[in-house]
Structures are given as C-alpha cells and as structure tokens.
C-alpha cells in the first residue's frame, strides 16, 4: 500500500469517528475525500481488513455501548447520536451486536458490571449492522 493510500484511509476513519452521530453514505465520504466509491472501498478493504461499511456500523455499535454504559440519555437519543434516524432500526442493529435490545443492555451494565464481560464476550465484531 501506498503511503497516500495510507494517510487517505487514516482520514477516512478519523472523519467517520468524529461524524458517527450523521447519515454517512459511502457517496458522502467520496465526495469529502474526493475519490471514487469503488477505489475508497478496495483501498479500505485492503488496508483494514472489512469492508468501510462495516467498520462505520461497528464505529456506531461501539459508540452506542459507551453511550448506554455512562449515561441516562434516552435510547432515541442514543440512537442518533450513533446516526440512526430510526430508533427502530438501532434496536435492531444493537440487538443483532449485544444479543440484547439497548435498554436490557443498559440495565445489565448498570446492575451487574462485573457481568459486562460475559454480555461483551457475545458480541459479534464481524458482523454488519445497517443504519
């Protein structure tokens, strides 16, 4: 890989880390870091390992986890914050991750902390989860 492909994607991620809370399409990003959809997704692909689709969905499920962890803020904001428009669809995406709808996750942490390990533990990092 290529030193400007590198930097590129570093970009890439730290723009999708600091942008998690909006609507994020592929064609967003394109037109941000002025590329083609289908180069920016090889190129990530190659470098990261998952597809950038993937890797924004488990940007959001592991922002939503902090967020349902340490603070009281309601599922539907949670949701948005992560960039869902629909509370709907997070709870489907969250469940899908957690094997738990986000308010059970929420109880479980905030009633059994020690526990976390075992509810992380079934997380699944591979998987894709849709906005």
Do not use: W
Request: net charge positive.
């Amino acid at each position: 890989m290529y030193r400007k492909d590198a930097s590129l994607l570093l970009q890439v991620r730290a723009y999708i880390d600091s942008n998690l809370h909006c609507n994020l399409p592929i064609s967003k990003l394109c037109r941000e870091f002025n590329t083609n959809k289908t180069s920016l997704q090889e190129r990530f692909r190659a470098c990261c390992g998952v597809s950038l689709h993937a890797f924004l969905q488990q940007s959001r499920m592991e922002k939503a986890v902090i967020l349902l962890r340490e603070t009281d803020d309601p599922v539907k904001l949670v949701a948005r914050q992560c960039g869902y428009r629909k509370v709907h669809s997070f709870n489907k995406a969250f469940k899908a991750y957690a094997q738990l709808p986000p308010g059970a996750y929420r109880r479980s942490s905030l009633h059994f902390p020690e526990d976390m390990d075992v509810v992380e533990s079934n997380i699944n990092p591979a998987k894709s989860y849709t906005a």
